[in-house]
């Protein structure tokens, strides 16, 4: 078992930056590929971003590159997401979730934390 918790989620104004972090704890973390994803009322869970294990293969949505970075310290067992020049339509709640392999589909992921509310003021 992986338990996940995500922190960092706040309310910000148009243009602003938040940093997410992804905290687990369970079995060996540093094995699983991580994901981001996001859901916003009435919408499907769609995904943010992706880091392998090693962190050598990183992928993003088309609406957050450049603006998102997903980063890995496994030494911490942590994963972020750092989120830049933050637009309205980013508001969702951010859920961080492992498995095995990386892939944009969230069924192929394992292990989910609770979310964390992002709200963008515009």
């Known amino acids: 078992q992986v338990q996940l918790v995500e922190s960092g989620g706040g309310l910000v104004q148009t243009g602003g930056s938040l940093r997410l972090s992804c905290s687990a704890s369970?079995?060996?973390?540093?094995?699983?590929?991580v994901g981001w994803f996001r859901q916003a009322p009435g919408k499907d869970r769609g995904f943010v971003a992706t880091?392998?294990?090693?962190?050598?293969?990183?992928k993003y949505a088309d609406s957050v590159k450049i603006r998102f970075t997903i980063s890995r310290d496994n030494a911490k067992n942590t994963v972020y997401l750092q989120m830049n020049s933050l637009k309205h339509g980013d508001t969702a709640v951010y859920y961080c979730a492992a498995g095995q392999p990386s892939s944009y589909d969230a069924q192929k992921y394992e292990y989910w934390g609770q979310g964390t509310q992002v709200t963008v003021s515009s």
């Open positions: 880091i392998e294990w090693s962190g050598s293969s990183i």
């Open positions: 369970g079995r060996t973390f540093s094995v699983y590929a």
